[in-house]
């Protein structure tokens, strides 16, 4: 074993760690109170090297950063701050019972100031998340205090809030229901529950990137103004919110929704829609509540999906003058008429 010795430095960042690493290294020893910037624990974490703090304390060792005197020390022990730090433990441990984030899965930030955004920390359940666990970064995801380093998802939260000045709070989870929207890359419809309809309505499906990366974060921009759910492909979901437990409502509603979508279809009949002069009564229902949705600038005719068609779940709205209530027959001779005209035009070029 090869131990690399930084114990007296105070802020261990990549820099210190690719000009003291050799390739057989395999130990750090750092300082009990010794800060280790994310970009540093994630090289650490590549070349399975294991950090060990002082001469007693074990790898996993918990240290509280000691914060300065100043405007950062007062924003973050500020009661505001500390009722924050509660309200996301208390949220994470909701996450957790309701099996939205698995292992070290999830996380939860909440903007506190104009540049400073309290977040939870990389690879920490988020069942067993405490006060002191939390740190400080600033919009760039520089972490400003905290005793374990944030997580490397921070950066998409911090795209959330630069594009979003309403966004003060952002959750990340993996609720199986939604992710398995997700990874088939569908889109739940519009227009059968109202409560989904007025708390969250369309969503949003972004990209796949590696998690973790800038690519990633910056998957979710283009949709994050009119969405507060984002279903991130092959991933998960995010939901921001004007607080922490809001958006952890966002993630609950969805979830659900897709859930129920999930029963429903098993069901074999198609869902039955509410018609779109009701869904322009929920959306007015949400503009006065401040949420956001791509419908608000819509015709009431464009605010539904069509109908669902066992084996499709996520369909185009329906083409404005269609009668908005079509039955079963109707659809069929609607199939009927369109699959003859297509055969007979296959069979005259032939
Ligand atoms: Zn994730």
Redesign the pocket.
């Known amino acids: 074993m090869k131990s690399i010795d930084l114990t007296q430095e105070k802020v261990v960042t990549l820099g210190d760690l690719t000009g003291a690493a050799q390739a057989d290294t395999t130990e750090l020893l750092l300082g009990e109170s010794a800060l280790v910037t994310p970009s540093a624990l994630e090289f650490l974490e590549q070349h399975r090297i294991s950090l060990r703090r002082g001469a007693q304390a074990p790898a996993a060792a918990q240290t509280v950063t000691p914060i300065a005197a100043g405007p950062v020390h007062d924003l973050f022990t500020s009661p505001e701050a500390e009722a924050v730090k509660e309200e996301i433990c208390h949220v994470g441990r909701k996450l957790w019972q309701r099996a939205y984030v698995d292992g070290n899965?999830?996380?939860i930030s909440y903007r506190i100031g104009p540049n400073a955004v309290i977040s939870t920390p990389t690879l920490m359940s988020k069942a067993d998340l405490q006060p002191q666990d939390l740190c400080l970064v600033d919009l760039e995801g520089k972490q400003l205090v905290g005793g374990r380093p944030r997580t490397s998802?921070i950066l998409m939260h911090l795209e959330i809030y630069k594009e979003v000045p309403e966004a003060k709070a952002v959750v990340?989870?993996?609720p199986a229901h939604a992710t398995a929207y997700a990874i088939t890359g569908r889109v739940p419809p519009t227009c059968v529950i109202p409560e989904f309809e007025v708390f969250i309505g369309k969503v949003a499906l972004s990209p796949y990137e590696t998690?973790g990366t800038p690519e990633f974060a910056r998957t979710v921009i283009p949709f994050v103004k009119n969405h507060n759910t984002v279903l991130?492909a092959n991933?998960?979901i995010v939901c921001w919110a004007d607080t922490v437990t809001h958006a952890e409502w966002y993630a609950e509603v969805v979830d659900t929704y897709c859930w129920t979508l999930m029963l429903a279809a098993q069901l074999g009949t198609p869902l039955s829609h509410f018609a779109s002069d009701k869904a322009a009564d929920l959306l007015a229902i949400k503009k006065r509540l401040g949420l956001p949705d791509p419908r608000h600038e819509s015709k009431e005719c464009e605010l539904c999906d069509l109908p669902e068609v066992p084996g499709s779940i996520a369909m185009q709205p329906r083409p404005c003058g269609l009668s908005p209530s079509l039955n079963r027959a109707e659809i069929d001779a609607i199939v009927e008429a369109v699959t003859d005209r297509v055969v007979a035009a296959l069979n005259a070029r032939r």
């Open positions: 899965g999830g996380n998802e990340h989870c993996h998690p991130l991933h998960g």
